[in-house]
């Protein structure tokens, strides 16, 4: 897909949850990563290794809280300025509190 998307001329984006997907979308030569893994933080190696492949980082830092620090980014003054009424919602939102939600 992302050899199609540059014959093509376009960005090729990748939505990887998991760090080992990350990187295989770097290898692969994508342009970006958008909401970026959360399986595991990246070590220094990886990070290197996804600059090293020029991909940009959508962080996506406002999503359903699964265990990864949505109330520490909304109790984080340098954060909550910058968060729309709806980002802060979805922060403030638990499994729980999403009907249809897997709980695994």
Do not use: C, N
């Not at 897909?1 to 080992?20: D, F, G, P, Q, T």
């Not at 692969?28 to 940009?56: M, Q, S």
């Not at 620090?69 to 909550?80: E, F, N, Q, S, Y």
């Not at 709806?86 to 009907?99: F, G, K, S, T, V």
Request: glycine residues 8%; charged residues 25%; hydrophobic residues 45%.
């Amino acid at each position: 897909m992302i050899a199609a998307a540059h014959r093509h001329r376009r960005r090729a984006v990748v939505h990887a949850e998991k760090l080992s997907l990350a990187l295989t979308a770097v290898r692969a030569a994508a342009d970006g990563l958008v909401h970026v893994f959360w399986d595991t933080e990246g070590g220094p190696d990886d990070i290197a290794e996804i600059r090293r492949g020029g991909a940009f980082v959508v962080p996506t830092l406002s999503v359903v809280d699964r265990g990864i620090g949505a109330r520490d980014l909304l109790a984080d003054a340098r954060v909550t300025p910058w968060l729309s009424g709806a980002q802060r919602y979805l922060l403030e939102q638990r499994p729980e509190d999403r009907p249809g939600r897997p709980t695994s």
